[in-house]
């Protein structure tokens, strides 16, 4: 294979430091842009991650990976990376997260989601990039009733409840547009259920700055100690135990559906298309406390409390 690089936004977060193992050991160059909004960097600059990335991966792996601090629609930044590097194709990750707070301060997401992806997408057609696979949520569907579950690519979208929800689904939009009005465009958006877990090594895994809103990371902070206890949110639904059902999919799995998504642009029939990237299987907060005991020996201590706004 010729060389050529995959840009890949907000490469040292949680799912994209996990990509980027992947892609790096199916042979691929890699760039990583990133803000380190969510992680913190070290005396040289570079972010833990992405550290123990480099580690993770051998000598011949490490040469074929580059990082560039910044934000993802900072043009400057993006044409530089354009001209230096012959990239193939970007995945996107690059976006703000915390579901809670998109609630409040929603202008916050449509400019840091919305409007930074358009600034890609400006400087991606500029440099006559026009692949492109995109980190969507399982958010962007619209609420259904039981009988219709599991969701499918086909399920109703929309009537997001809030903007980082709201965000997934107007890029979504906004990229079908762009397929429309040229046909040469290949753009993947793969919808994401609830990526949980790490890597084999230990080496990476999730550590968001903060007091963790997603469940997984709450655990594994009660478990070291660093958390009291698990707040349940609610025990009071119409599932097996009353708490919450999700599907969660491990990361890794995640990880090598983009490079599964990469490797089926080149021979996609559609200038779009939309992929659930989940197990099909529910699980409950209780079941995912059991399994956790299970798999770690520790006991974690748990406080049922009310419904959490917003599930
Ligand atoms: O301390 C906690 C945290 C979570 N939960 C419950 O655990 C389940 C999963 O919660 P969480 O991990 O926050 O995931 P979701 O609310 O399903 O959010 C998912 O969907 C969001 C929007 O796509 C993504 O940003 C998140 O990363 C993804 O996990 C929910 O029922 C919560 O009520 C608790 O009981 N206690």
Redo the contacts with the bound molecule.
């Keep these: 294979m010729a060389e050529r690089y995959i840009l890949v936004t907000g490469g040292a977060g949680f799912i994209g430091s996990h990509t980027v193992v992947e892609l790096l050991e199916e042979g691929e160059s890699v760039v990583i842009i990133d803000n380190l909004s969510n992680a913190a960097a070290d005396d040289k600059g570079l972010p833990p991650a992405l550290k123990r990335v480099q580690d993770l991966v051998n000598e011949k792996h490490r040469k074929r990976l580059h990082f560039r601090k910044g934000n993802y629609g900072d043009r400057k930044i993006l044409d530089s990376i354009f001209t230096e590097f012959p990239i193939y194709a970007v995945v996107h990750f690059g976006a703000f997260?915390a579901?809670g707070e998109s609630k409040q301060v929603p202008m916050k997401y449509y400019k840091n989601n919305v409007k930074e992806a358009l600034s890609l997408l400006k400087a991606m057609n500029a440099h006559g990039v026009k692949n492109l696979i995109f980190s969507s949520?399982?958010?962007v569907y619209a609420e259904v009733p039981p009988e219709k579950l599991p969701l499918t690519e086909d399920s109703p979208l929309g009537e997001c409840n809030c903007a980082?929800?709201s965000s997934?689904y107007f890029i979504e939009n906004i990229l079908r547009d762009v397929t429309v009005s040229d046909g040469q465009w290949k753009v993947m958006s793969l919808r994401?259920?609830?990526?949980v877990g790490a890597h084999h090594s230990g080496m990476i895994g999730e550590d968001p700055k903060g007091i963790?809103?997603?469940?997984?990371p709450?655990i594994a902070q009660v478990a070291v100690g660093r958390r009291e206890e698990?707040?349940?949110?609610?025990s009071d639904y119409p599932t097996p135990d009353g708490?919450?059902?999700?599907d969660y999919v491990h990361v890794v799995d995640i990880a090598k559906g983009h490079v599964a998504a990469l490797k089926a642009l080149p021979a996609m029939q559609q200038s779009f298309r939309a992929y659930n990237l989940g197990s099909g299987v529910g699980t409950s907060?209780l079941e995912?406390v059991q399994a956790f005991e299970r798999a770690s020996g520790v006991v974690i201590k748990t406080v049922m409390?009310d419904?959490?706004p917003g599930?």
């Design positions: 997260k579901v949520s399982c958010t980082y929800a997934k994401y259920f609830n990526p963790p809103t997603n469940l997984m709450y698990l707040n349940v949110f609610g708490t919450p059902v999700r907060v995912m409390k419904r959490r599930d």
